[in-house]
């Protein structure tokens, strides 16, 4: 069965972008913001892993790490978050409220990927 990774991102650009990555291994699906991406999961998809910028309206990286790995259904879906922010305060931050791994953008993407199938296969 082919595994889901939901991106989530305000930014059009990185959205495509990262659905260009992933498309030929990955069902992707793209949301702008944690709230969508939460609405989304809510509705019953728990993807294989999740990609999310930190900067984000409505609910940021902070937040959606926070709530995802809260609640009962979503603690153990492997989680990446990307940034701009170099500042190791905010990559430690992630890391301390349970995302599995931290990038900065701009990023090379096959690094992206090859972290990506570590996540996913690592999980089973």
Known sequence: MIKQV???DDEPIMRKLLEQILKDKYEVICVENGKEALQWMYSGNIPD???ADLNM???NGFE???KVRESGFFNDVPLIILSGEESSTERIKC???GAND???KPFNPEELGLRIDNLI???G
């Open 121 to 123: 296969r690592l999980r």
């Open 57 to 59: 309206p409505e609910i």
């Open 95 to 97: 890391l301390k409220l």
């Open 102 to 104: 931290y990038l900065i």
């Open 6 to 8: 939901l991106v989530i």
């Open 49 to 51: 892993l999740v990609v």
């Open 64 to 66: 959606y790490i926070t």
